[in-house]
């Protein structure tokens, strides 16, 4: 049974932003994310960080969420004695309605090896975030299966399944470029089409 929530920030009382059928919200003052739990009534919070452009553009901008997790993984059970085996992964928090056309920017960032630099808030639009935290902690086993595995023939090698343990998770905002038909990335200065978004 879903209970009703107070979106309102529990630490500085104002109100948090989002949309009508955002699972997470947002309050800058505090600069947290409040993931929204309807069966236990809860705002789960968890820090919020600003992500500085990599590539500017002379168009309007709007922040994109992306849940941000820290995790160690291990191969073959097999842990590695070093940090090797720690990963920060960054998944898509808002809905991509054709995935297989988009691709996703979380997976790209992880084979770029993009490292994601934090800066001071800006007051821009920030674009819903409509997928929960539940629906996020699979993705980076996902990823890390894509990287060590790209194909069917390669998962026979006598390799287990990837293992995952989360450490840390956040939400970052990553500033895009908004055009007439399409996004464009501030750190890759890739180009999407939002019909792949909305």
Known sequence: MSRAICLKCPQCRTNLSGENNSKVFFCHNCALAFNVDTAQGKLLPYPLLYINPQKTGALEQVYFPFWQFES?????????????????????????????????????????????????????????????????????????????????????????????????????????????HSYSDSILSWKYPSGALI
């Open 72 to 180: 160690r993984y291990t191969l073959d059970g097999t842990v590695p004695t070093d940090n090797s085996s720690i990963r920060t992964f960054y998944i898509p928090a808002f809905f991509i309605k054709n995935i297989n056309y988009f691709g996703d920017i979380g997976y790209y960032y992880m084979k770029h090896n993009v490292v994601l630099e934090p800066g001071p808030f800006k007051r821009l639009g920030v674009f819903p975030a409509d997928r929960d935290i539940r629906h996020a902690l699979r993705y980076p086993q996902i990823y890390l299966t894509k990287e060590h595995f790209p194909s069917l023939r390669d998962m026979r090698k006598g390799f287990s399944e990837v293992q995952v343990k989360q450490l840390k998770a956040g939400l970052a905002l990553v500033p895009f470029y908004k055009a007439e």
